[in-house]
Protein backbone atom coordinates (compact mmCIF):
# COMPACT_ATOMS: atom_id res chain seq x y z
CA UNK A 1 0.00 0.00 0.00
CA UNK A 2 1.44 3.39 -1.05
CA UNK A 3 1.72 6.11 1.94
CA UNK A 4 -0.79 7.56 -0.18
CA UNK A 5 -3.55 5.16 0.55
CA UNK A 6 -2.23 4.97 4.11
CA UNK A 7 -3.08 8.59 4.74
CA UNK A 8 -6.47 8.31 2.86
CA UNK A 9 -7.50 5.43 4.96
CA UNK A 10 -6.62 7.28 8.22
CA UNK A 11 -8.17 10.65 7.54
CA UNK A 12 -11.67 8.42 6.62
CA UNK A 13 -10.95 6.77 10.29
CA UNK A 14 -10.61 10.11 12.13
CA UNK A 15 -13.88 11.34 9.84
CA UNK A 16 -16.18 8.51 11.17
CA UNK A 17 -14.43 8.74 15.09
CA UNK A 18 -15.91 12.42 14.74
CA UNK A 19 -19.26 11.65 13.70
CA UNK A 20 -19.68 8.64 15.64
CA UNK A 21 -18.05 8.83 19.51
CA UNK A 22 -19.58 5.72 20.79
CA UNK A 23 -17.15 3.78 18.67
CA UNK A 24 -13.43 3.60 19.04
CA UNK A 25 -10.47 2.38 16.04
CA UNK A 26 -9.41 -1.08 16.63
CA UNK A 27 -5.72 -2.77 15.32
CA UNK A 28 -5.62 -3.74 11.97
CA UNK A 29 -1.96 -5.16 11.76
CA UNK A 30 -1.68 -4.97 7.80
CA UNK A 31 -3.23 -1.54 7.76
CA UNK A 32 -6.19 -2.94 5.10
CA UNK A 33 -9.04 -1.60 6.31
CA UNK A 34 -11.28 0.62 7.48
CA UNK A 35 -12.24 -0.27 10.74
CA UNK A 36 -14.13 1.15 14.54
CA UNK A 37 -15.92 -0.69 17.17
CA UNK A 38 -18.00 -0.60 19.78
CA UNK A 39 -16.42 1.46 22.59
CA UNK A 40 -17.15 -0.74 25.27
CA UNK A 41 -19.37 -3.51 26.79
CA UNK A 42 -21.89 -1.05 27.89
CA UNK A 43 -23.54 -1.22 24.49
CA UNK A 44 -24.04 -4.50 25.16
CA UNK A 45 -26.67 -3.62 27.58
CA UNK A 46 -29.42 -2.33 24.91
CA UNK A 47 -31.22 -4.07 22.26
CA UNK A 48 -30.78 -1.52 19.54
CA UNK A 49 -27.29 -0.36 19.17
CA UNK A 50 -27.74 3.47 18.38
CA UNK A 51 -25.59 4.60 14.87
CA UNK A 52 -23.22 6.35 16.91
CA UNK A 53 -21.88 3.14 18.99
CA UNK A 54 -22.18 0.70 15.90
CA UNK A 55 -19.03 -0.49 14.07
CA UNK A 56 -17.83 0.25 10.87
CA UNK A 57 -16.02 -2.27 8.41
CA UNK A 58 -15.20 -2.06 4.90
CA UNK A 59 -11.75 -2.54 2.74
CA UNK A 60 -11.94 0.67 -0.21
CA UNK A 61 -12.92 4.08 0.37
CA UNK A 62 -16.07 4.40 1.05
CA UNK A 63 -17.70 5.54 -2.80
CA UNK A 64 -18.98 9.68 -3.54
CA UNK A 65 -21.87 8.32 -4.41
CA UNK A 66 -24.98 11.39 -6.07
CA UNK A 67 -28.11 9.20 -4.90
CA UNK A 68 -30.23 11.49 -7.37
CA UNK A 69 -28.22 9.84 -10.22
CA UNK A 70 -27.44 6.08 -8.27
CA UNK A 71 -28.58 3.17 -10.11
CA UNK A 72 -28.93 -0.21 -8.93
CA UNK A 73 -28.73 -2.68 -12.05
CA UNK A 74 -30.66 -6.15 -12.29
CA UNK A 75 -28.71 -8.58 -14.23
CA UNK A 76 -28.50 -12.35 -15.38
CA UNK A 77 -31.89 -12.75 -15.85
CA UNK A 78 -31.73 -14.81 -19.10
CA UNK A 79 -32.08 -18.50 -18.19
CA UNK A 80 -31.95 -17.46 -14.50
CA UNK A 81 -36.12 -17.81 -14.56
CA UNK A 82 -37.25 -14.63 -15.52
CA UNK A 83 -40.99 -14.41 -16.86
CA UNK A 84 -41.09 -14.21 -20.65
CA UNK A 85 -43.33 -11.07 -20.06
CA UNK A 86 -41.07 -10.11 -17.41
CA UNK A 87 -40.57 -6.49 -19.78
CA UNK A 88 -44.28 -6.35 -19.00
CA UNK A 89 -43.60 -6.44 -15.46
CA UNK A 90 -45.94 -3.82 -12.87
CA UNK A 91 -43.67 -1.67 -10.72
CA UNK A 92 -40.87 -1.04 -12.55
CA UNK A 93 -38.94 2.50 -12.32
CA UNK A 94 -35.76 2.92 -14.98
CA UNK A 95 -35.09 2.14 -17.91
CA UNK A 96 -34.12 -1.12 -19.65
CA UNK A 97 -30.33 -1.57 -20.84
CA UNK A 98 -28.64 -3.90 -21.89
CA UNK A 99 -29.69 -7.40 -22.39
CA UNK A 100 -34.23 -7.07 -23.14
CA UNK A 101 -34.24 -8.52 -19.50
CA UNK A 102 -31.77 -6.09 -17.99
CA UNK A 103 -32.92 -3.86 -15.92
CA UNK A 104 -32.01 -0.36 -14.00
CA UNK A 105 -33.50 0.76 -10.37
CA UNK A 106 -33.06 4.36 -9.57
CA UNK A 107 -33.63 5.31 -5.91
CA UNK A 108 -36.42 7.07 -6.58
CA UNK A 109 -38.06 3.29 -7.98
CA UNK A 110 -36.61 1.06 -4.88
CA UNK A 111 -38.27 3.67 -2.61
CA UNK A 112 -41.21 4.61 -3.70
CA UNK A 113 -42.76 1.56 -6.59
CA UNK A 114 -42.56 -1.23 -3.34
CA UNK A 115 -43.75 -1.92 -0.23
CA UNK A 116 -41.16 -0.46 2.42
CA UNK A 117 -40.50 -2.86 5.47
CA UNK A 118 -38.70 -2.05 8.86
CA UNK A 119 -36.56 -5.07 9.83
CA UNK A 120 -34.26 -6.04 13.07
CA UNK A 121 -30.84 -7.55 12.48
CA UNK A 122 -28.37 -8.11 14.23
CA UNK A 123 -25.24 -7.72 12.40
CA UNK A 124 -21.72 -9.21 13.20
CA UNK A 125 -18.19 -9.24 11.33
CA UNK A 126 -17.32 -12.96 10.69
CA UNK A 127 -14.29 -11.32 12.29
CA UNK A 128 -15.75 -10.74 15.65
CA UNK A 129 -13.85 -12.32 18.04
CA UNK A 130 -10.78 -13.00 16.13
CA UNK A 131 -8.82 -11.47 18.96
CA UNK A 132 -9.40 -14.86 20.93
CA UNK A 133 -7.49 -17.00 18.55
CA UNK A 134 -4.18 -17.93 20.10
CA UNK A 135 -2.05 -17.80 18.10
CA UNK A 136 -2.95 -14.58 16.68
CA UNK A 137 -4.33 -14.95 13.50
CA UNK A 138 -3.55 -11.82 10.82
CA UNK A 139 -5.92 -9.25 9.91
CA UNK A 140 -8.17 -6.53 11.99
CA UNK A 141 -7.72 -7.72 15.93
CA UNK A 142 -11.42 -7.20 16.92
CA UNK A 143 -12.10 -7.79 20.39
CA UNK A 144 -16.36 -8.16 20.53
CA UNK A 145 -16.92 -4.62 19.47
CA UNK A 146 -17.60 -5.79 15.74
CA UNK A 147 -21.63 -6.34 16.46
CA UNK A 148 -24.60 -4.44 16.50
CA UNK A 149 -28.34 -4.23 16.16
CA UNK A 150 -30.47 -1.83 13.68
CA UNK A 151 -33.85 -1.26 12.31
CA UNK A 152 -33.17 -1.23 8.70
CA UNK A 153 -35.85 0.36 6.30
CA UNK A 154 -35.99 -0.96 2.63
CA UNK A 155 -37.53 -2.72 -0.07
CA UNK A 156 -38.09 -6.40 0.07
CA UNK A 157 -35.95 -7.51 -2.39
CA UNK A 158 -38.67 -10.57 -3.18
CA UNK A 159 -40.37 -7.25 -4.44
CA UNK A 160 -37.94 -6.23 -6.69
CA UNK A 161 -37.40 -10.47 -7.86
CA UNK A 162 -41.03 -10.39 -8.27
CA UNK A 163 -41.54 -7.56 -10.99
CA UNK A 164 -39.68 -8.68 -13.08
CA UNK A 165 -41.09 -12.36 -13.22
CA UNK A 166 -37.98 -14.44 -10.85
CA UNK A 167 -40.79 -16.16 -8.32
CA UNK A 168 -40.06 -18.39 -5.51
CA UNK A 169 -40.50 -21.52 -7.61
CA UNK A 170 -37.58 -20.61 -9.27
CA UNK A 171 -35.55 -20.27 -6.50
CA UNK A 172 -33.63 -23.56 -6.10
CA UNK A 173 -29.95 -23.27 -6.66
CA UNK A 174 -30.47 -19.80 -7.81
CA UNK A 175 -28.10 -17.31 -6.30
CA UNK A 176 -28.23 -13.41 -5.73
CA UNK A 177 -24.80 -11.91 -6.36
CA UNK A 178 -24.48 -8.32 -5.05
CA UNK A 179 -21.96 -5.98 -6.13
CA UNK A 180 -20.59 -3.00 -4.19
CA UNK A 181 -19.70 0.72 -5.88
CA UNK A 182 -16.57 0.38 -4.04
CA UNK A 183 -14.58 -1.74 -6.05
CA UNK A 184 -11.25 -0.16 -6.62
CA UNK A 185 -7.45 -1.23 -7.61
CA UNK A 186 -9.58 -4.22 -9.85
CA UNK A 187 -10.93 -5.89 -7.16
CA UNK A 188 -14.85 -6.44 -7.32
CA UNK A 189 -16.63 -6.49 -3.59
CA UNK A 190 -19.02 -9.51 -4.70
CA UNK A 191 -21.14 -11.74 -2.22
CA UNK A 192 -23.84 -14.12 -3.16
CA UNK A 193 -26.82 -14.97 -1.33
CA UNK A 194 -29.30 -17.75 -2.19
CA UNK A 195 -32.67 -16.81 -3.77
CA UNK A 196 -34.44 -19.03 -0.76
CA UNK A 197 -32.73 -16.57 1.69
CA UNK A 198 -33.31 -13.98 -0.22
CA UNK A 199 -37.29 -14.18 -0.80
CA UNK A 200 -37.65 -14.80 2.81
CA UNK A 201 -36.32 -11.84 4.36
CA UNK A 202 -33.06 -10.01 2.78
CA UNK A 203 -34.36 -6.24 1.95
CA UNK A 204 -32.75 -3.57 -0.03
CA UNK A 205 -31.90 -0.82 2.86
CA UNK A 206 -31.96 3.04 2.97
CA UNK A 207 -32.82 3.71 6.07
CA UNK A 208 -31.26 2.72 9.24
CA UNK A 209 -33.03 3.38 13.13
CA UNK A 210 -35.08 5.83 11.52
CA UNK A 211 -32.28 7.69 9.76
CA UNK A 212 -31.41 8.22 6.27
CA UNK A 213 -28.28 5.31 5.59
CA UNK A 214 -24.78 6.98 6.90
CA UNK A 215 -22.18 7.11 4.08
CA UNK A 216 -20.13 4.66 5.71
CA UNK A 217 -22.64 2.10 6.62
CA UNK A 218 -23.92 2.19 2.59
CA UNK A 219 -25.63 4.75 1.38
CA UNK A 220 -27.71 5.07 -0.52
CA UNK A 221 -28.36 1.48 -0.70
CA UNK A 222 -27.52 -1.63 0.94
CA UNK A 223 -28.07 -5.27 1.34
CA UNK A 224 -29.37 -6.51 4.38
CA UNK A 225 -29.74 -10.44 5.39
CA UNK A 226 -30.75 -10.88 8.44
CA UNK A 227 -28.84 -12.92 10.67
CA UNK A 228 -26.12 -13.07 8.54
CA UNK A 229 -22.43 -12.30 8.48
CA UNK A 230 -21.60 -8.71 8.35
CA UNK A 231 -19.73 -9.37 4.95
CA UNK A 232 -23.10 -10.60 3.20
CA UNK A 233 -24.69 -6.98 4.12
CA UNK A 234 -22.82 -5.29 0.57
CA UNK A 235 -22.55 -1.84 0.87
CA UNK A 236 -23.21 1.24 -2.01
CA UNK A 237 -25.11 -1.90 -3.47
CA UNK A 238 -24.77 -1.39 -7.65
CA UNK A 239 -25.86 -4.53 -9.47
CA UNK A 240 -27.73 -7.70 -8.51
CA UNK A 241 -27.18 -10.64 -11.01
CA UNK A 242 -29.49 -13.46 -10.57
CA UNK A 243 -27.65 -16.94 -11.71
CA UNK A 244 -27.85 -20.56 -10.66
CA UNK A 245 -23.80 -20.40 -9.03
CA UNK A 246 -22.32 -18.29 -6.42
CA UNK A 247 -19.99 -15.37 -7.99
CA UNK A 248 -16.63 -16.95 -8.98
CA UNK A 249 -13.81 -16.02 -10.70
CA UNK A 250 -14.20 -14.45 -13.95
CA UNK A 251 -17.90 -14.92 -13.83
CA UNK A 252 -18.59 -11.28 -14.03
CA UNK A 253 -18.99 -8.54 -17.29
CA UNK A 254 -16.12 -6.84 -15.26
CA UNK A 255 -12.53 -6.11 -15.83
CA UNK A 256 -10.18 -7.33 -11.98
CA UNK A 257 -10.78 -10.14 -9.59
CA UNK A 258 -14.40 -11.28 -8.81
CA UNK A 259 -14.46 -13.93 -5.89
CA UNK A 260 -12.01 -13.30 -3.48
CA UNK A 261 -14.88 -11.76 -1.35
CA UNK A 262 -16.99 -14.67 -1.29
CA UNK A 263 -14.48 -17.89 -2.51
CA UNK A 264 -10.97 -17.12 -0.59
CA UNK A 265 -11.71 -14.44 2.05
CA UNK A 266 -14.46 -15.17 4.53
CA UNK A 267 -13.59 -19.52 4.33
CA UNK A 268 -13.21 -21.32 7.78
CA UNK A 269 -9.92 -23.27 7.04
CA UNK A 270 -6.95 -24.39 9.10
CA UNK A 271 -3.74 -22.89 8.53
CA UNK A 272 -2.04 -23.49 4.84
CA UNK A 273 -5.21 -23.96 2.93
CA UNK A 274 -6.75 -23.41 -0.12
CA UNK A 275 -10.26 -23.09 -0.75
CA UNK A 276 -11.81 -24.34 -3.73
CA UNK A 277 -14.47 -22.31 -6.05
CA UNK A 278 -17.81 -24.21 -5.72
CA UNK A 279 -20.51 -23.18 -8.44
CA UNK A 280 -23.24 -23.72 -5.47
CA UNK A 281 -23.46 -25.42 -2.29
CA UNK A 282 -26.84 -27.25 -0.51
CA UNK A 283 -26.17 -26.78 2.90
CA UNK A 284 -25.32 -22.65 4.05
CA UNK A 285 -26.25 -23.04 7.58
CA UNK A 286 -22.26 -21.84 8.77
CA UNK A 287 -22.46 -24.48 11.89
CA UNK A 288 -23.86 -27.10 9.84
CA UNK A 289 -21.12 -26.48 7.23
CA UNK A 290 -18.22 -27.14 9.95
CA UNK A 291 -19.96 -30.18 11.16
CA UNK A 292 -20.62 -31.73 8.37
CA UNK A 293 -17.67 -32.48 5.79
CA UNK A 294 -19.49 -32.14 2.66
CA UNK A 295 -18.19 -28.99 2.32
CA UNK A 296 -14.62 -28.66 3.28
CA UNK A 297 -14.14 -25.07 3.99
CA UNK A 298 -17.36 -23.09 5.06
CA UNK A 299 -18.48 -20.48 4.41
CA UNK A 300 -19.42 -17.52 6.91
CA UNK A 301 -23.22 -17.00 6.04
CA UNK A 302 -25.52 -17.06 9.12
CA UNK A 303 -23.71 -15.93 12.70
CA UNK A 304 -22.99 -18.43 15.11
CA UNK A 305 -24.71 -18.50 18.37
CA UNK A 306 -22.99 -15.72 20.24
CA UNK A 307 -23.63 -13.56 23.99
CA UNK A 308 -21.82 -10.83 25.77
CA UNK A 309 -22.28 -9.14 28.90
CA UNK A 310 -23.15 -5.86 29.19
CA UNK A 311 -22.99 -5.12 32.30
CA UNK A 312 -21.77 -5.24 35.29
CA UNK A 313 -17.99 -4.46 34.47
CA UNK A 314 -14.57 -3.23 36.54
CA UNK A 315 -15.30 -3.06 39.89
CA UNK A 316 -18.04 -2.94 41.83
CA UNK A 317 -18.43 -1.00 45.23
CA UNK A 318 -21.43 -2.69 47.51
CA UNK A 319 -22.93 -0.88 50.26
CA UNK A 320 -23.07 -4.22 52.69
CA UNK A 321 -21.63 -8.13 52.54
CA UNK A 322 -23.93 -9.08 49.66
CA UNK A 323 -26.17 -7.05 47.21
CA UNK A 324 -27.96 -8.43 43.94
CA UNK A 325 -26.26 -7.19 41.07
CA UNK A 326 -27.80 -7.44 37.47
CA UNK A 327 -26.12 -9.32 34.75
CA UNK A 328 -27.35 -7.99 31.62
CA UNK A 329 -26.27 -8.50 27.96
CA UNK A 330 -27.07 -9.47 24.92
CA UNK A 331 -27.50 -12.93 22.87
CA UNK A 332 -27.72 -14.16 19.11
CA UNK A 333 -27.87 -16.67 16.33
CA UNK A 334 -27.86 -15.88 13.25
CA UNK A 335 -31.30 -16.56 11.53
CA UNK A 336 -31.81 -19.30 14.42
CA UNK A 337 -33.41 -18.40 17.51
CA UNK A 338 -31.41 -17.84 21.32
CA UNK A 339 -33.24 -20.82 23.23
CA UNK A 340 -31.57 -19.93 26.90
CA UNK A 341 -28.33 -17.73 28.00
CA UNK A 342 -26.57 -19.48 31.30
CA UNK A 343 -24.66 -16.96 33.36
CA UNK A 344 -21.88 -18.79 35.53
CA UNK A 345 -19.82 -16.28 38.09
CA UNK A 346 -16.49 -18.97 38.69
CA UNK A 347 -15.14 -19.15 35.57
CA UNK A 348 -17.25 -21.72 34.04
CA UNK A 349 -17.65 -24.45 37.34
CA UNK A 350 -21.26 -23.42 37.82
CA UNK A 351 -24.05 -22.15 35.54
CA UNK A 352 -27.69 -20.74 36.16
CA UNK A 353 -30.37 -19.70 33.69
CA UNK A 354 -31.15 -15.77 32.89
CA UNK A 355 -33.83 -14.88 31.67
CA UNK A 356 -34.60 -13.77 28.46
CA UNK A 357 -36.73 -10.79 27.83
CA UNK A 358 -37.34 -7.38 25.44
CA UNK A 359 -37.58 -7.93 21.78
CA UNK A 360 -37.82 -11.13 20.09
CA UNK A 361 -37.38 -11.08 16.32
CA UNK A 362 -35.81 -13.48 13.92
CA UNK A 363 -32.70 -12.02 12.46
CA UNK A 364 -31.58 -9.89 15.62
CA UNK A 365 -30.21 -10.61 19.41
CA UNK A 366 -31.70 -11.13 22.41
CA UNK A 367 -31.52 -9.37 25.68
CA UNK A 368 -30.72 -11.60 28.96
CA UNK A 369 -30.55 -10.42 32.81
CA UNK A 370 -29.96 -12.77 35.51
CA UNK A 371 -29.86 -11.69 39.35
CA UNK A 372 -26.62 -12.40 40.74
CA UNK A 373 -25.80 -12.48 44.56
CA UNK A 374 -22.60 -10.78 44.95
CA UNK A 375 -20.42 -10.48 47.69
CA UNK A 376 -16.87 -9.41 47.55
CA UNK A 377 -13.99 -11.16 45.73
CA UNK A 378 -12.31 -11.27 42.58
CA UNK A 379 -14.92 -13.37 39.74
CA UNK A 380 -14.96 -14.00 36.05
CA UNK A 381 -18.59 -13.65 34.94
CA UNK A 382 -19.35 -15.83 31.84
CA UNK A 383 -22.33 -15.75 29.39
CA UNK A 384 -23.56 -19.02 27.13
CA UNK A 385 -26.17 -19.58 24.93
CA UNK A 386 -27.71 -21.88 22.97
CA UNK A 387 -30.02 -22.12 20.35
CA UNK A 388 -32.96 -23.85 18.91
CA UNK A 389 -30.74 -26.32 17.10
CA UNK A 390 -29.50 -26.98 20.88
CA UNK A 391 -25.97 -26.00 19.65
CA UNK A 392 -24.52 -24.08 22.83
CA UNK A 393 -21.00 -21.72 22.77
CA UNK A 394 -17.91 -23.71 23.31
CA UNK A 395 -15.75 -22.61 25.56
CA UNK A 396 -12.23 -21.65 24.18
CA UNK A 397 -10.84 -21.58 20.27
CA UNK A 398 -8.25 -24.70 20.22
CA UNK A 399 -5.26 -25.04 18.95
CA UNK A 400 -4.03 -24.84 15.24
CA UNK A 401 -3.19 -28.43 14.95
CA UNK A 402 -6.55 -29.45 16.48
CA UNK A 403 -8.95 -27.80 13.70
CA UNK A 404 -9.91 -30.75 12.30
CA UNK A 405 -11.51 -32.90 15.78
CA UNK A 406 -12.16 -29.23 17.66
CA UNK A 407 -15.74 -29.44 17.12
CA UNK A 408 -16.14 -32.86 18.74
CA UNK A 409 -14.03 -32.15 21.51
CA UNK A 410 -16.58 -29.06 22.22
CA UNK A 411 -13.87 -26.11 20.94
CA UNK A 412 -14.43 -23.75 18.32
CA UNK A 413 -11.53 -24.30 15.32
CA UNK A 414 -8.82 -22.24 15.19
CA UNK A 415 -9.05 -21.25 12.03
CA UNK A 416 -6.62 -19.17 9.72
CA UNK A 417 -8.67 -16.15 8.91
CA UNK A 418 -10.08 -16.11 12.36
CA UNK A 419 -13.72 -16.32 11.44
CA UNK A 420 -16.92 -17.33 13.03
CA UNK A 421 -15.53 -17.37 16.41
CA UNK A 422 -18.39 -17.72 19.41
CA UNK A 423 -16.65 -19.20 22.48
CA UNK A 424 -16.77 -17.07 25.92
CA UNK A 425 -15.69 -13.93 26.36
CA UNK A 426 -14.73 -13.64 30.15
CA UNK A 427 -15.64 -10.48 32.13
CA UNK A 428 -13.43 -9.48 35.22
CA UNK A 429 -15.33 -7.79 38.15
CA UNK A 430 -14.12 -6.92 41.44
CA UNK A 431 -16.55 -6.58 44.28
CA UNK A 432 -15.44 -4.52 47.32
CA UNK A 433 -17.61 -3.50 50.37
CA UNK A 434 -17.72 0.77 50.63
CA UNK A 435 -16.03 1.43 53.97
CA UNK A 436 -18.89 4.31 54.87
CA UNK A 437 -19.48 1.93 58.05
CA UNK A 438 -16.80 2.34 59.69
CA UNK A 439 -16.13 6.26 59.07
N1 LIG B 1 -19.43 -2.90 -0.69
C1 LIG B 1 -18.95 -3.36 0.46
N2 LIG B 1 -19.82 -3.90 1.34
C2 LIG B 1 -19.38 -4.38 2.52
C3 LIG B 1 -18.00 -4.33 2.88
C4 LIG B 1 -17.10 -3.77 1.93
O1 LIG B 1 -15.87 -3.71 2.14
N3 LIG B 1 -17.61 -3.29 0.74
N4 LIG B 1 -17.60 -4.85 4.09
C5 LIG B 1 -18.45 -5.90 4.64
C6 LIG B 1 -18.08 -6.32 5.98
S1 LIG B 1 -16.71 -7.32 6.09
C7 LIG B 1 -18.85 -6.02 7.09
S2 LIG B 1 -18.47 -6.67 8.60
C8 LIG B 1 -20.03 -5.14 6.98
C9 LIG B 1 -19.96 -4.02 8.00
O2 LIG B 1 -21.06 -3.18 7.87
P1 LIG B 1 -21.07 -1.77 8.64
O3 LIG B 1 -19.79 -1.06 8.30
O4 LIG B 1 -22.29 -1.05 8.19
O5 LIG B 1 -21.13 -2.09 10.12
O6 LIG B 1 -20.16 -4.57 5.68
C10 LIG B 1 -19.93 -5.49 4.63
N5 LIG B 1 -20.30 -4.90 3.39
MO1 LIG C 1 -16.60 -8.16 8.26
Given amino acids: MSNGERGQRHEEIDAILERKPGVREVRDEANRYTVVGAAGRKTYTNWLTPIAEHF ?37 GGE ?13 AIQEDFPTVAIAHTMECAGN ?43 EDRWLTAIGGDSIDEEVFARSIPLSKVFED ?30 NNVKWVEELRVSDSMVTEGSLDRPGTHAEWHQSSYRIHPEGANPAEHGT ?3 VDTWAQLESNDIEHPYTFDATVMSLIGAPEGRLELESGTETIEV ?25 EADLFGPAYAGASRLFSYEWEATPGTYTLLSRATDEGGRTQPARISDPDEYEEAIEKGLFPWNEGGYAANAYVPNAVEVTVSSSDSE
Fill in 56 to 92: VCHRNPIPEIDADSWHVSLTGLDGAGAAKDADDADNW
Fill in 96 to 108: DIGSKKDAVLSMA
Fill in 129 to 171: GRGQHDPETSSVQWDCGAVGTSIWTGTPLRSILRARGITERAE
Fill in 202 to 231: CILAYGMNGQPLPAEHGFPVRLIAPGWYGV
Fill in 281 to 283: IAE
Fill in 328 to 352: LGVAWAGDDAVETVEISADGGEHWS
